[in-house]
């Protein structure tokens, strides 16, 4: 396939339960960043327009995964799982697909006392079938977050969010980009201004970055992998779990 074929899929995640706010703002941000990369095409989504239930814990998705890895050999990478693996039937069965349609992902939210919101937290948790599948890997991702006050869990936020990412497959390509919705980050509204992360310059700089980023990286990774197979280098992954009873 011609390399002037190539396109990628980023996906925009807005994980807040707040429409049009500051959050929103910075994922369309990044994202219009990426489209301007060149042949990305994007999609944003906001948790808040889907029904996610709690994980309950019931084991059903790790089942499944070995399962199917004692019918096919644990070295086979990712597990071929081809319908969805959670045992709630929700919206989850829409975002599984989003997430494993993309080549991309930048995954916004605010910081709530100093770490991920709630929802967000529901929302990977739900996503844990990705952990001991491997389906996700070979996709990148960054993560982006705004706080009230400069310095008032923007890092560790981000750090959830990174942690996150990485165990679910994710290649992470930069630490991510926070900003501030108030003025200067001293916690004092910017009058009149529901969109103040507009007036964060260093913040908006590294949003706006990041969107490149996941972007390039996307579009390198997709080059690389078909490269790679158009001359029949194949790079084989190895599990990280060994599967009591599968083949290998
Ligand atoms: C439950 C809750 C907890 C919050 N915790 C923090 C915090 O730890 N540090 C901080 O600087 N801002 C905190 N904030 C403020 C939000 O991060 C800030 O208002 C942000 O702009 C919200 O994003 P939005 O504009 O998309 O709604 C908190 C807000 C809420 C509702």
């Known amino acids: 396939m011609d390399i002037r074929d190539l396109k990628v899929k980023i996906l925009g995640i807005v994980a807040t339960p707040i429409k049009n706010g500051n959050t929103q703002f910075i994922v369309n941000e990044a994202l219009r960043m990426a489209e301007a990369e060149g042949p990305v095409e994007t999609e944003v989504i906001h948790l808040e327009d889907y029904q996610i239930g709690y994980c309950t814990g ?20 990712p597990v071929p799982i081809k319908e969805y693996n959670c045992t709630i039937k929700d919206d989850m069965e829409v975002l599984h697909r989003k997430l494993l349609e993309c ?4 995954l916004g939210a605010p910081v709530y006392i100093a770490t991920i919101p709630a929802q967000l937290k529901t929302f990977l948790d739900r996503c844990r079938t990705f952990v001991h599948d491997y389906r996700l890997r070979g996709k990148v991702a ?4 705004v706080a009230f006050y400069r ?3 923007e890092d560790t936020a981000l750090a959830a969010m990174n942690i996150t990412l990485l165990g679910l ?3 992470i390509v930069g630490y991510g980009g926070s900003t501030v919705s108030t003025r200067e ?3 004092i509204l910017v009058r009149g201004k529901r969109i103040a992360v507009t007036e964060d310059q260093l913040g908006m700089m590294l949003i706006r970055t990041v969107g490149s980023q996941v972007a390039q990286y996307a579009l390198r990774l997709k080059a690389g992998t078909r490269a790679l197979k158009e001359a029949g280098i194949e790079l084989r992954e190895k599990a990280m779990y060994a599967v009591p009873g599968s083949k290998k």
């Open 58 to 77: 019931c084991e059903g998705c790790l089942r499944k995964v070995h399962k199917v890895q004692q019918e096919v050999g644990c070295d086979i990478i």
């Open 103 to 106: 080549d991309g992902l930048i």
């Open 142 to 145: 960054q993560a982006l977050t």
């Open 151 to 153: 310095n008032a869990g």
């Open 169 to 171: 497959g994710f290649t």
């Open 185 to 187: 980050g001293l916690g």
